[in-house]
């Protein structure tokens, strides 16, 4: 299976202020068909989580411009450009190239 | 409006089974693969099951392989994970969720608890 590492585990984050978070994974997510498999997802406490970011860079629909994403191959980057208080809940990425679908262990994100 | 209703979990004792039904609304549900994913108590994500639109393809995380089944009824619009042999470690809410790649929906989940 591939293993997907996010780091750091915790962030605390004044408002206002950016805040970004690692993911890497132990095999390239870039496939043949030139997409590359990685997403990114937030958990709002005692929700489900949803989508942020498809392929990388693409923001899921409604989701604000203070999220992007970055990356290739291996390593890949999720930044909050103004952090605010409805941003708090834990970030996952996840990656389908390969089955099983696989999840990092989870940021969470909290405010100052 | 996307809609994904989890039902179907509960206590169960180890070794007990449950299925579990997803109800999907406000989309062509049969254009779509379908996926379970279970979160432990106080854990990360864990992929559980996906399959195709048509049933065509079917995958399991190797935790579940051998006694969860997921199928589907497209007539219907309803997901379902049968779960058997079911052990403490399967303790999770499971979420049904949309989609081949990254799962764009998910239901708000169902707690299922495997305890004696």
């Known amino acids: 299976d591939i293993v997907m590492t996010q780091t750091p585990l915790s962030l605390s984050v004044t408002p206002g202020q950016p805040a970004s978070i690692s993911c890497k994974s132990s095999q390239s997510l870039l496939h043949s068909d030139g997409k590359t498999y990685l997403y990114w997802y937030l958990q709002k406490p005692g929700q489900p989580p949803q989508l942020l970011i498809y392929e990388v860079s693409n923001r899921f629909s409604g989701v604000p411009d203070r999220f992007s994403g970055s990356g290739s191959g291996t390593d890949f980057t999720l930044k909050i450009s103004r952090v605010e208080a409805e941003d708090v809940g834990v970030y996952y990425c996840m990656q389908s190239i390969q089955l099983p679908g696989t999840f990092g262990q989870g940021t969470k994100l909290e405010i100052k | 409006e996307v809609q994904l209703v989890e039902s179907g979990g509960g206590l169960v004792k180890p070794g007990g089974s449950l299925r579990l039904s997803c109800a999907a609304s406000?989309?062509?549900?049969?254009?779509?693969?379908m996926n379970w994913v279970r979160q432990a108590p106080g854990k990360g994500l864990e992929w559980v099951s996906s399959i195709s639109s048509s049933s065509s393809y079917i995958y399991y995380a190797d935790s579940v392989k051998g006694r969860f089944t997921i199928s589907r009824d497209n007539a219907k619009n309803s997901l379902y994970l049968q779960m058997n042999s079911l052990r403490a470690e399967d303790t999770a809410v499971y979420y049904c969720?949309?989609?081949?790649?990254?799962?764009?929906?998910w239901g708000q989940g169902t707690l299922v608890t495997v305890s004696s």
């Open positions: 969720a949309r989609g081949e790649y990254g799962p764009d929906y």
């Open positions: 406000g989309f062509t549900f049969s254009s779509y693969s």
